[in-house]
């Protein structure tokens, strides 16, 4: 059959259609049968690489975020049709002319193009507003107040208040404590004043009054994760300080981090917040995540999530018979030590005392020893 120079063209053009579309259809199986063979579900899937929290504050981010996607891929899926359109459907072709139809200045298409994208950056600044007024919503009857003391290089957990039972509170804060009594010690022992910088640059400790201390405070130190011990399905509020330079306290499964300043006033910082609950038991670490100097990236902790009545013995417990973090938690049949996390020798010490000489790098066999012969009793 003879086909005229039209009929060619249009079969031609028949064709690259329907070859395109083949192509989309593997492209779309071909994702698809990805998805299902990593065995990702579909909830999994839909979050799109968002973690799973234990607050509904993360959980309300990971709302956000799975719409904000959404949103994102219907634009996306848009601008690629349309892409996908003008490559396939309007190719030059021999004879024609070349310069396409221009539409620059056409009043209806300009205000469409300025107004749609306006339109959708609203409407995510809004839910972004809903969801950031969630996460920062503080009440003033959080079940616990925690103080969080962040110091190079650790952290020093203090219960506030905690509400009883009963529905009354409980405070367990101390006034006037001096967060440098070991250095003022050492200063009269001396008889003569320690060499600068001071801790805090040498400010006098009066002025650190934002500090917070508690009858019931665990320490982290060198040998021990400090563990924060908290209910779960209870509103608790962090109350956030440092006692030299700017650490920040994340939880990486309250998808949450806040600096902390010291001088909170002066640096124009709201050193609370609060979640609404942690919705299970569990242990979860939580490291500093503010560059703060040399071993900033051992200053790991501990939360430590446990049932409400567990933790009502817990602070009866530390508060009455005034056992040690670890010596508590193991009375109520909890792990006394970390799980998620190990502390940092940052002095290097061995079996508790540092020796004065520890060896000669250079030189590592030892002296006057025989090697012993595998077998060998
Ligand atoms: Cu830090």
Not at 25 to 48: D, I, K, N, Y
Not at 107 to 125: D, H, N, Q, S
Request: net charge positive; glycine share 6%; charged share 20%.
């Amino acid at each position: 059959m003879k086909l005229t120079h039209g009929e060619r063209s249009t079969a031609r053009r028949a064709t690259t259609a329907s070859r395109t579309v083949k192509r989309v259809g593997l492209v779309a199986a071909l994702g698809l049968s990805t998805l299902l063979m990593t065995g990702c579900g579909p909830r999994e899937a839909l979050r799109f690489g968002w973690p799973t929290g234990v607050t509904p504050e993360a959980k309300a981010m990971g709302h956000l975020w799975t719409w904000a996607v959404i949103a994102s891929l219907i634009v996306g899926f848009l601008v690629w049709m349309a892409i996908f359109i003008a490559i396939t459907f309007h190719r030059y072709r021999a004879g024609e002319d070349p310069f396409p139809r221009q539409t620059a200045y056409n009043m209806p298409v300009e205000l469409v193009l300025i107004t749609l994208p306006f339109l959708a950056i609203a409407v995510l600044f809004y839910f972004t507003v809903v969801v950031e007024n969630k996460v920062e919503a503080k009440t003033d009857d959080p079940g616990v107040v925690v103080d969080v003391t962040a110091f190079q290089w650790n952290w020093k957990f203090g219960y506030d208040k905690v509400r009883q039972a009963d529905g009354t509170y409980k405070s367990y804060a101390v006034e006037n404590g001096n967060p440098f009594e070991l250095q003022a010690q050492r200063n009269a022992d001396h008889g003569h004043p320690l060499p600068l910088p001071l801790p805090a640059g040498g400010r006098s400790d009066n002025i650190r009054d934002y500090l917070r201390f508690s009858s019931i405070e665990t320490l982290g130190t060198s040998t021990e994760i400090p563990i924060m011990v908290l209910p779960v399905d209870t509103r608790i509020e962090f109350n956030l300080a440092a006692a030299d330079v700017v650490h920040s306290f994340w939880v990486p499964e309250f998808l949450y981090k806040r600096d902390v300043m010291p001088f909170p006033k002066q640096n124009h910082s709201d050193p609370r917040f609060q979640i609404e609950k942690i919705d299970r038991k569990g242990a979860f670490v939580g490291r500093c995540a503010e560059m703060c100097g040399t071993y900033h990236a051992m200053m790991n902790f501990e939360i430590r999530a446990i049932s409400k009545e567990d933790f009502q013995r817990y602070i009866a417990l530390r508060a009455n018979e005034k056992l040690s973090n670890a010596a508590a938690l193991e009375a109520i049949c909890q792990q006394p030590k970390s799980v998620t996390t190990v502390p940092f020798e940052t002095r290097r010490r061995t079996g508790g005392k540092t020796p004065k000489h520890l060896g000669d790098t250079w030189q590592t066999q030892l002296p006057n020893c025989t090697p012993r012969v595998t077998g060998a009793s």
